[in-house]
């Protein structure tokens, strides 16, 4: 089992700059380990929407609606995941998810509670 917990989110006005942290917490080792972390975020009234994703090697993958302005990036010796945000838009008012996915012999997939992220004009 893997419990994820996010931190970070909180108000900030257009223009300015949030890092999100999310740490996952279990038992890991070669049987059964991280692979990928990300995150999603889902604005009132809109279906969650990916954002941005990091692989066990570092490979990143990002929505076209961040690139530029957020960064993914990992500590997988302390399996949390961050992301960074910049330039943030009215638009980015969310709340962020966190997802991590594990391999044991079939793949898991876990959330986070989520954090609140709010972006005034």
């Known amino acids: 089992q893997v419990q994820l917990v996010e931190s970070g989110g909180g108000l900030v006005q257009a223009g300015g700059s949030l890092r999100l942290s999310c740490a996952a917490s279990g038992t890991f080792g070669s049987f059964f380990s991280i692979q990928t972390m990300g995150w999603y975020r889902q604005a009132p009234g809109k279906q969650r929407e990916f954002v941005a994703a990091i692989t066990s090697d570092g490979s990143t993958n990002q929505a076209d609606s961040v690139k530029g302005r957020f960064t993914i990036s990992r500590d997988s010796a302390k399996h949390t995941v961050y992301l960074q945000m910049n330039s943030l838009k009215p638009e980015d008012t969310a709340v962020y998810y966190c997802?991590?996915?594990?391999?044991?012999?079939?793949?898991?997939?876990?959330w986070g509670q989520g954090t609140q992220v709010t972006v005034s004009s």
């Open positions: 997802q991590a996915k594990a391999l044991s012999i079939i793949e898991y997939i876990y």
